[in-house]
């Protein structure tokens, strides 16, 4: 009995120390091009944007999306957390309006700091990147 209540404490005292804020700190944010005039979207207009559905900005401009790899853990846990949809169903959307002849899939990058350079370099472009990656040349986007 002591030796449960022992064990459940320590339990709770690491718990307690454990840096809550890390879970923050590993979502994967929404970003754009420092030009671009739409700080907020909502998930759907996000998700429709990362689909390929929607091409443009609220505001009309064309928007420019970049994508990792399917396998990217980077990839897998934006379109997880943010887009609240698997991989393989982005992929099945991207793969619809290309074969179909409507659109074209997103731009693909290897890496976080290509993605970053390609959002910073591109008017209208749409990415994601882990907070460590940020930079003053592109901005945050919120969604809602």
């Given amino acids: 009995m002591i030796r449960r209540l022992a ?4 339990l709770l005292l690491l718990l307690g120390a454990m840096p809550w804020a ?3 700190e590993a979502r994967v944010l929404l970003v754009a091009n420092a030009g671009v005039d739409s700080p907020r979207l909502t ?3 996000t998700r429709a944007l990362f ?7 609220p505001d009309g401009r064309a ?3 970049f994508v990792l790899p399917n396998r990217h853990p980077v990839h897998a846990r934006f379109v997880k957390q943010r887009l609240s949809v698997y991989p393989h169903q982005l992929q099945l959307a ?5 074969f179909s002849g409507t659109g074209q899939a997103p731009h693909r990058v290897a890496t976080q700091a290509e993605m970053l350079e390609q959002i910073a370099t591109t008017p209208g472009a749409l990415g994601y990147l882990e907070r460590e990656y940020l ?5 945050v986007i919120t969604i809602q």
């Fill in 51 to 57: 689909a390929m559905r929607q091409r443009t900005w």
């Fill in 7 to 10: 064990s459940a404490l320590g």
């Fill in 63 to 65: 928007a420019r999306i």
């Fill in 22 to 24: 890390a879970a923050d």
């Fill in 135 to 139: 930079d003053d040349r592109v901005q």
């Fill in 94 to 98: 991207w793969d619809r309006v290309v």
């Fill in 43 to 45: 998930r759907d207009t």
